[in-house]
């Protein structure tokens, strides 16, 4: 294998009698940009009232460093804390409500998202 094998990952030589067809194998690198559900962490973690807000990292993630921060109605944060999987997109019969910018900015307000939702919830006052 020549230098341009070499610097490209490979190569392989195909003969057709007088000639030598010479093809560059390139390595193709595989780069997630959504997060795989089961391959996560919880960073922090709050529950107000009803709601639980966590701070995700997704392993292999690139997208915001795999940082997600997602707000959960009607689930308590033990149950949360023992998801095997949590796919942070938004679909039926998701318990997933809000997202925020993997920041502080975000996690505090998701923090007001939650405590607005509680006083609402516990009377405090009508939206």
């Given at each position: 294998?020549?230098?341009?094998?070499?610097?490209?990952?490979?190569?392989?030589?195909?003969n057709c009698?007088?000639?030598?067809?010479?093809?560059?194998?390139?390595?193709?690198?595989?780069?997630?940009?959504?997060?795989?559900?089961?391959?996560?962490?919880?960073?922090?973690?709050?529950?107000?009232?009803?709601?639980v807000l966590?701070?995700?990292?997704?392993?292999?993630?690139?997208n915001y460093?795999?940082?997600?921060?997602?707000?959960?109605?009607?689930?308590?944060?033990?149950?949360?804390?023992?998801?095997?999987?949590?796919?942070?997109?938004?679909?039926?019969?998701?318990?997933?409500?809000?997202?925020?910018?993997?920041?502080?900015?975000?996690?505090?307000?998701?923090?007001?998202?939650?405590?607005?939702?509680?006083?609402?919830?516990?009377?405090?006052?009508?939206?």
């Amino acid at each position: 294998m020549g230098a341009l094998g070499i610097l490209s990952g490979g190569s392989s030589d195909k003969n057709c009698g007088s000639c030598t067809l010479r093809e560059t194998v390139t390595k193709k690198e595989y780069v997630n940009i959504n997060p795989v559900p089961h391959r996560f962490e919880i960073m922090k973690s709050k529950q107000i009232g009803n709601y639980v807000l966590c701070q995700i990292k997704y392993i292999d993630c690139i997208n915001y460093e795999g940082i997600k921060i997602v707000v959960f109605d009607g689930i308590e944060l033990t149950d949360v804390l023992e998801m095997k999987g949590i796919d942070p997109h938004f679909f039926k019969d998701n318990k997933i409500i809000a997202r925020f910018k993997p920041d502080r900015f975000g996690w505090k307000s998701a923090v007001l998202l939650c405590c607005e939702l509680y006083k609402r919830d516990i009377g405090v006052y009508e939206i």
